[in-house]
Nanobody
């Protein structure tokens, strides 16, 4: 089970940190990612964290590169997304996801959270 939290309303230019608490499996055994979906738009992969020690690379979507940071605390079994310099176009429902085999943001992910709303507005 994946449970996101930390969403809310933030002004443009502000920051927010999302958390995704994982239960039922060890976060460190899985590749993990953050996705988002805005109203009327397709789901977008925005940040990917490979399985530790796998040799994979952290990946970011072009729309968030340089502003968002994905990280994980394996001891707490929690995935994070630090979001800085937020823009109105970042408004979306944000989801965390995990998979044993995923190596990119476009791969299939087996496990998904329920999502948390982020709204960027003045």
């Amino acid at each position: 089970q994946l449970v996101e939290s930390g969403g809310g309303l933030v002004e443009p230019g502000g920051s927010l940190t999302l958390s995704c608490v994982v239960s039922g499996f060890r976060l460190e055994w899985y590749a993990n990612a953050w996705f988002r979906q805005a109203p009327g738009k397709e789901r977008e992969g925005i940040a990917y964290s490979p399985i530790p020690g796998s040799g994979g690379s952290v990946l970011y979507g072009d729309s968030v590169k340089g502003r968002f940071t994905i990280s994980r605390d394996n001891a707490q079994n929690t995935l994070y997304l630090q979001m800085n310099s937020l823009k109105p176009e970042d408004t979306a429902v944000y989801y965390c996801a995990s998979d044993l085999l995923a190596t990119t943001l476009t791969d299939h992910y087996d496990y998904w959270g329920q999502g948390t709303q982020v709204t960027v507005a003045s």
